[in-house]
Nanobody, 124 residues
Framework: QVQLVESGGGLVQAGGSLRLSCEASGGTFSAYVMGWFRQAPGKEREFVAA????????YYADSVKGRFTISRDNAKNTVYLQMNSLKPEDTAVYYC?????????????????WGRGTQVTVSS
């Protein structure tokens, strides 16, 4: 069983930055594709970014491309999401997720394990 715990959320002004972290335990972190998703109030959960198991490939939603960067440190069992130039529309609960199948996907139902989320609020 894989446990994922997100941290780093908070309140920030538009144009500011935050770095989210997600620490994994209970599994072989270096074997998992890791993804970040978000869900705003009244909206469906949406894909944000994903990274391959060794970090050599990344993929981003168009809405965050050029502003967000996903990275991972397999020695620390941690995946990160650096968020720059934040906008009010980035306000959401951000979740990390682990995919055991080995290839990057944007589909949330293909991720086997999920964290509980961390709130990000961007004020205008």
């Amino acid at each position: 069983q894989v446990q994922l715990v997100e941290s780093g959320g908070g309140l920030v002004q538009a144009g500011g930055s935050l770095r989210l972290s997600c620490e994994a335990s209970g599994g072989t972190f270096s074997a998992y594709v890791m993804g970040w998703f978000r869900q705003a109030p009244g909206k469906e959960r949406e894909f944000v970014a994903a990274i391959s198991s060794r970090g050599q490939r990344t993929y981003y939603a168009d809405s965050v491309k050029g502003r967000f960067t996903i990275s991972r440190d397999n020695a620390k069992n941690t995946v990160y999401l650096q968020m720059n130039s934040l906008k009010p529309e980035d306000t959401a609960v951000y979740y990390c997720a682990a995919d055991l199948r080995g290839w990057i996907t944007t589909r949330d139902y293909e991720y086997a394990y999920w964290g509980r989320g961390t709130q990000v609020t961007v004020s205008s």
